[in-house]
Every structure is written in C-alpha cells, then in structure tokens.
C-alpha cells in the first residue's frame, strides 16, 4: 500500500528554468508535508514543508504548494540551478498518533547548464 | 554535517550472518529513526524510539531488531542476513516525536552487501 507517489523518476530541466515535482498521496490524515533533498553518499536533507493548514509555503527560490482536494503536493524551484541536480522525495508527516514520515519514491532532478 | 552519526559506513558480510548498525542522534535530541532505501525504493521507515522506548514501528522483519540506550545512541541488528537486505541503512533523529513537524536530521547512512 503505497501512500506517497511520486510518478516521474526523473527529470530533466535547463538552467534558469522551473523545475516543477509533484507528489500524490491517498491519506489525507497527515499533518506536515515535506520536501527532502539528496545528494549522492549523503543523507536526505530537509528541504522545505507546509502545513496541512496551508496551500503554499516560499523559501527563496522554493515553494511547495498543497492541494488537498486532489491530494497533491509540488515543489517548484525558481530559477533551477545545476547545483539543485539531486533526488527529491516528498514525505508525509503525522496524524493522530502517526509520528512517522512517509517517503515517496523520489525524483531524480538532473539541472543542466 | 547534520550532527548525526552512523557506523561503520560500509559493511560486507555473507548470507546467515548478524551485523549490528550504530547511530548517535545530534546532541538534544531525544527520537531516533531507522529507514532503509533498497535499489529504487524508497526510504522505508523501520523504527522509531523515544527517550529510550519504542514509539512506532514499521515494516521491520522479525529478524530485525533495534534499541535506544540511556545516551540516547541506537543500534539496529539485523541476524540472518539474506542477499535482499543489502540496502542503505539511514537514521535520523529529531527533538520531539510528538510535537515535530517532521523535520528529521539524517545520517549519511550504512550501507549493508549481503554476499
């Protein structure tokens, strides 16, 4: 039972474009929704997150928006860098006594210069 | 440098056999996490412990167990190694189980070759 999706692997963008990911879940219990970032031989870092409250959250060149009506999360990346090249995973946070994050898959982001 | 630490980084060991993972969560930090990421999954979360007891579990095999010590470090073992648990071993660590908004600090991870 898969309740983060992340249907695109991968994703390929030019510098200075948008990088848009995108994110579907099926449990609508959750209370934060969050974007991590990963390097090769690192571990996954904190990106950014939003609030079930909300429906955008900005932190610089970062939003993530939320529509819980279709269940969806995105991040966009504003202008895209090649330092951005990295796998992204949106993960679910919370809910009555849930104090566990729920990864998706992950999205492989390829900037190019 | 999130602040946490695994060890070892790397571990080669044959089938059968019983490996024990480490983990120091930053300092202050009171919740500790086990997720693994096998070759494309994503990351499973495993475990979670608390100021020393267990808060939430995962899908975590039987043969997989972990604890939280007084200091707060957590070990993972992992007995009767099959060839499928050769994954990334990541923990991470957070203030508060209760009150976090998810925000965890993640280790570079153990990565695990059953042979």
């Known amino acids: 039972d898969q309740q983060v999706k992340q249907n695109s692997p991968s994703l390929s963008v030019q510098e200075g474009r948008i990088s848009i990911l995108n994110c579907d879940y099926t449990?609508?219990?959750?209370?934060?929704f969050l974007w991590y970032k990963k390097y090769p031989a690192e571990g996954p870092t904190f990106l950014i997150s939003i609030s079930s409250i909300k429906d955008k959250n900005e932190d610089g060149r970062f939003t993530v928006f939320l529509n819980k009506s279709a269940k969806h999360l995105s991040l966009h990346i504003v202008p895209s860098q090649p330092g951005d090249s990295a796998v992204y995973f949106c993960?679910?946070?919370?809910?009555?006594?849930?104090?566990?994050?729920?990864f998706g898959k992950g999205t492989l982001l390829t900037v190019n210069p | 440098d999130s602040g946490v630490t695994q060890t070892p980084k790397h571990l080669i060991t044959a089938t059968g056999q019983r490996v024990t993972l480490r983990c120091s969560p930053r300092s202050g930090d009171l919740s500790v996490y086990w997720y693994q990421q096998s070759l494309d999954q994503g990351l499973q979360f495993l475990i979670q412990y608390y100021n020393g007891e267990e808060r939430a579990k995962g899908n975590i095999l039987e043969r997989f167990s972990a604890q939280q010590f007084p200091d707060l470090h957590s070990e993972l073992n992992l007995s009767s190694l099959e060839l499928g648990d050769s994954a990334l071993y990541f923990c991470?660590?957070?203030?508060?189980?209760?009150?976090?908004?998810?925000?965890?600090?993640f280790g570079e991870g153990s990565r695990l070759t059953v042979l």
């Open positions: 993960a679910l946070y919370g809910g009555g006594s849930n104090y566990k994050l729920t």
């Open positions: 449990n609508s219990m959750f209370d934060y």
């Open positions: 991470a660590s957070s203030v508060d189980g209760g009150t976090n908004t998810g925000e965890l600090f």
